[in-house]
């Protein structure tokens, strides 16, 4: 792409042309454009051919990310690192929306569904994922509840909360992801997400691991998706370091480790403190929560 502005997909001002970058699963050179009004970082060319990105090689890590390891989770759920994540979200959902059996949570683009196989055995409430393609089949094949795309139009105005983790990079237009989300949430609920936040890595966004342009094609800047949430319709809110954090991050250092399962030299760490640091550095708890406000 040669264009040196183009909209951005957050605040529809001009982005500017910052460089490119050459896929490793996908050879060639994605163009990337920030835009200075909102601090929107995305691709402006992305590779839309989901079907092929989105394959099985793609969840057995032999895609685009070598870090992907849905098979082993599904399969291993009581011995995958994931456990930390999963155990981390459910603590830091329950910080802002307490979890009774009467909740009703959609994991929104739950993958292999792992997050709600996790919480339906430790908090048993009404959670139900929404995925696409044969990893939500597979998923479904173990019982586990995953929403079609027809669902969820009766959904809608029902759910305490939503979670997406890890969801929102993939997305070409994230207002319009957002939209959808806020949709499915009654009046108090609360959206929950997770993405890698850009700010620390505004000046050197091709050098940072995150940035795998055949899948993450939208970067967020906290203050970016406080922008997008409040076009969407949520209220922000920033909780900062939340209970449950420290389980996230532990899973996100172990994973770029490339582990599959806890360790004994791991479980040893203080993790507590370790996290905090982490944090300092990449900021992961800087992004906002997302709030349906309550009618006056």
């Known amino acids: 792409m040669s264009e040196l502005k183009m909209p951005c997909r957050v605040c529809g001002k001009d982005a500017s042309f910052i460089g490119g970058k050459i896929g490793k699963y996908n050879v060639r050179k994605f163009s990337f454009y920030r835009c200075a009004d909102c601090a929107f970082t995305f691709i402006g060319d992305p590779w839309t051919e989901y079907a092929e990105i989105y394959n099985r090689a793609y969840y057995r890590g032999e895609g685009a990310d070598p870090l992907v390891d849905y098979h082993f989770e599904l399969d291993n759920p009581d011995k995958t690192i994931r456990l930390y994540e999963w155990r981390g979200i459910l603590e830091a959902v329950n910080a802002l929306h307490p979890v009774t059996p009467q909740t009703k949570w959609i994991d929104f683009g739950c993958g292999n569904g792992g997050l709600v196989r996790y919480v339906k055995q430790q908090a048993p409430c009404g959670i139900q994922g929404f995925e696409e393609g044969w990893i939500a089949d597979t998923a479904r094949s173990l019982g586990i509840p995953i929403l079609y795309e027809t669902d969820l139009a009766s959904q809608e105005g029902t759910?305490?909360?939503?979670?997406?983790?890890?969801?929102?990079?993939?997305?070409?237009?994230?207002?319009e992801f957002l939209q959808a989300v806020r949709k499915l949430l009654k009046p108090g609920g609360v959206l929950f997400l997770t993405t890698g936040n850009a700010a620390p890595h505004r000046k050197n966004i091709f050098d940072w691991g995150y940035t795998t342009p055949e899948i993450h094609i939208s970067f967020f800047e906290p203050s970016t998706l406080e922008r997008a949430m409040k076009l969407a319709g949520f209220t922000p809110e920033?909780?900062?370091?939340?209970?449950?954090?420290?389980?996230?991050?532990r899973f996100k250092v172990l994973k770029n480790l490339k582990m599959r399962q806890p360790a004994l030299w791991e479980r040893g760490l203080p993790w507590p403190l370790l996290s905090r640091i982490v944090d300092q550095v990449h900021r992961v708890t800087a992004h906002p929560a997302g709030r349906v406000t309550l009618p006056r």
């Open 159 to 175: 759910c305490d909360v939503v979670t997406a983790i890890e969801v929102i990079e993939h997305v070409e237009k994230p207002v």
């Open 238 to 249: 920033h909780h900062g370091f939340l209970p449950g954090f420290a389980d996230i991050i």
